[in-house]
């Protein structure tokens, strides 16, 4: 069967370089997990080093030309190509409660929601790898204080340990993207229950980040904060200044001073 033409619209970008696929393959530690999940496997060259791994590989593919290539090149995967769109689809359909990992060389255009998506998964999934848009890894590995440290950053190193592994340049790609490429990588925290209301948490961080340039007294006024609470020093800083510890306890002195 012919190679898979890129599609714009998918993001598609088709990594040509073996050793970098390898490599991603191998930024998964198979700890905790017998399923690994690859988002967008286009043509397999990412697939296929993780067929080699004592795992059961599923691949999850938006765009049905690639589908019949993986069908047609990748007899392993029989049963195991969902044709659905990860971002709608519900994954206990296949992994009905079961922990997973989740790898693959993101769409760009959409690889944010992944990582939102995949933490309303949390509990199912320990370990989370793969290729982004340089600046979209660095911002989900930065710390407070970095000018690209926000919404993102934070929720996921509430329940995740990030860690940038390297960079990507753009000429093993084809069509090769306008930006470089970063591959960063999430080990979900042994601990990783909160002491404060999750949802409040995810409240608090994205109406911080909204205003990022204001303070917290002032970005968080929607929240309607008792004027005690308001008094507290941590109001003034900017959302941006807070690691993601103090946005843990911040919430959880919301909750408790709740008006």
Do not use: W
Request: glycine share 4%; hydrophobic share 35%; charged share 30%.
């Amino acid at each position: 069967m012919e190679k898979v033409k890129a599609k714009k619209h998918l993001g598609q970008h088709f990594l040509k370089d073996e050793s970098i696929a390898k490599a991603i393959a191998d930024t998964l530690n198979l700890e905790g997990y017998e399923d690994v999940l690859e988002i967008g496997p286009g043509m397999g060259v990412l697939t296929k080093y993780l067929l080699e791994k004592p795992i059961t590989t599923y691949v999850i593919e938006i765009d049905t030309e690639s589908v019949a290539y993986l069908d047609a090149n990748y007899p392993k995967l029989k049963d195991k190509i969902i044709s659905k769109d990860f971002l709608k689809y519900n994954i206990n359909e296949v992994f009905d409660g079961k922990q997973f990992a989740i790898i693959g060389n993101f769409p760009y255009n959409i690889s944010t929601q992944i990582v939102f998506r995949t933490l309303e998964y949390r509990n199912q999934i320990p370990e989370f790898s793969g290729m982004f848009q340089k600046e979209v890894a660095e911002r989900i590995c930065s710390k407070k204080g970095s000018k690209v440290y926000g919404i993102l950053s934070v929720l996921a190193q509430a329940f995740y340990d990030v860690e940038y592994l390297f960079t990507v340049d753009e000429t093993v790609f084809d069509p090769p993207p306008k930006v470089k490429s970063g591959v960063m990588r999430m080990r979900r925290k042994e601990n990783y229950s909160l002491p404060c209301s999750e949802k409040l948490l995810f409240t608090v961080v994205k109406t911080a980040f909204q205003q990022r340039r204001k303070t917290m007294r002032n970005s968080l006024k929607s929240l309607n904060l008792s004027d005690n609470l308001r008094e507290d020093t941590i109001f003034d800083l900017r959302p941006e200044q807070l690691s993601v510890e103090q946005f843990i306890e911040l919430t959880q002195k919301i909750e408790a001073n709740a008006v």
